[in-house]
């Protein structure tokens, strides 16, 4: 195999693993309201294919979990989000911890 063939190859797996990562995520969301516990599981399976493939989670998913205990944040239900001083800040009902995140 050469070079040029091997970087083509390694472009389509984190493609791939992009897809996978966001289709993870819709059906996280889907299915939260049935099965909260099923959608967690989603976020871990969504979080092993990033580690796995070296692609990081876009930054709009990542706001889609807690980074403390990773579980799906919904708002209402399992987040409550607020703005503070141009940040996002988002509290995790499950570990009682505070998500920030900076705002454009
Ligand atoms: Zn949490």
């Known amino acids: 195999m050469n070079i040029r063939h ?3 190859e390694k472009k389509l ?3 791939l693993a992009k897809e996978s990562i966001e289709h993870y995520f819709k059906l996280a969301d889907s299915i939260f309201l049935k099965n909260p516990i099923l959608a967690n599981r989603y976020v871990t399976l969504a979080r092993k ?3 796995k493939s070296n692609v990081s989670i876009p930054k709009t998913l990542q706001k889609k ?3 403390h ?3 799906y944040l919904y708002p209402t239900k399992t987040a409550r ?3 503070l001083k141009g940040k996002l ?3 995790c009902f499950n ?3 505070f998500n920030r995140y900076r705002l454009k």
């Open 69 to 71: 205990c990773y579980k």
């Open 13 to 15: 797996v984190k493609n």
């Open 89 to 91: 800040v988002i509290y």
């Open 6 to 8: 091997k970087i083509k």
């Open 95 to 97: 570990c009682k911890k």
């Open 49 to 51: 294919v990033s580690m």
């Open 81 to 83: 989000i607020r703005t």
């Open 65 to 67: 979990f807690c980074k």
